[in-house]
């Protein structure tokens, strides 16, 4: 399969703990986008790179949050001290040219 | 927010034609009309996009109306893998700062 894969499929941790997720964009696409969606609704943008530069980052972004891309490869999103408002699916996208191809996401739920 | 209006919820048959529409009045000359769609715990999936010209491909058609305010997403024979939450959504092609905003889209059951 040479779509694009997140790492864990589901998280599920205790509120203050720590989480790291993994994506593995699609091979040579040069840009990565994180998003996070919760029930209901559609998914909201949080950060995105082109190759290893953080471009943008959203509001949403809170400073438990940190993403990187340290190779222009792969990327990581991490969540510090975690709460219960983080439970939610967190999407990984990458593109080349203008369409953004998704993965299957990161259900993370924090009890 | 969400630049586009989509009702939140239709029906369509099995085998029938599926027509989403969207309302993008305030629609720029340079974006364009996208759709993608989230079957059930998957990510969104492109669909297929649109500036002007009406278009087609393996998976549906794209109408858009002459000023461009809305638009329709025809799925000409739905099946039950049909089913899925549907976004329409405008944005330009090429910008550095091209995130999608997603609004809440259109839940579409199709029906045996």
């Known amino acids: 399969d040479t779509g694009v894969s997140q790492n864990p499929r589901h998280k599920i941790t205790k509120r203050g703990q720590n989480v790291t997720f993994r994506c593995d964009p699609i091979?040579?696409?040069?840009?990565l986008y994180w998003y996070r969606q919760t029930l209901g609704q559609g998914p909201e943008f949080l950060t995105y790179?082109?190759?290893?530069?953080?471009?943008?980052k959203s509001r949403l972004l809170s400073d438990r949050f940190s993403a990187e891309r340290p190779k222009g490869s792969f990327s990581t999103l991490e969540i510090q001290r975690t709460e219960q408002g983080d439970s939610a699916m967190y999407l990984c996208?990458?593109?080349?040219?203008?369409?953004?191809?998704f993965g299957p996401g990161t259900r993370l739920t924090v009890t | 927010d969400a630049k586009t209006t989509q009702p939140p919820s239709m029906d369509c048959a099995e085998g029938r034609a599926a027509n989403l529409p969207c309302n993008h009045s305030?629609?720029?000359?340079?974006?364009?009309v996208y759709w993608y769609r989230q079957i059930h715990s998957q990510g969104p999936q492109y669909i297929i996009h649109?500036?002007?010209n009406n278009e087609t491909n393996e998976m549906a058609s794209l109408i858009i109306t002459e000023d461009r305010k809305s638009s329709t997403l025809i799925l000409p024979h739905a099946t039950l893998r049909d089913t899925a939450v549907y976004y329409c959504?405008?944005?330009?092609?090429?910008?550095?700062?091209?995130?999608?905003?997603f609004g809440k889209g259109t839940r579409l059951h199709i029906l045996p």
């Open positions: 996208a990458s593109s080349i040219a203008y369409e953004q191809y």
């Open positions: 091979s040579e696409h040069n840009r």
């Open positions: 790179f082109q190759n290893e530069a953080q471009l943008e």
């Open positions: 305030t629609i720029s000359g340079n974006e364009y």
């Open positions: 649109g500036l002007k």
């Open positions: 959504i405008v944005r330009v092609r090429g910008n550095r700062d091209d995130k999608i905003i």
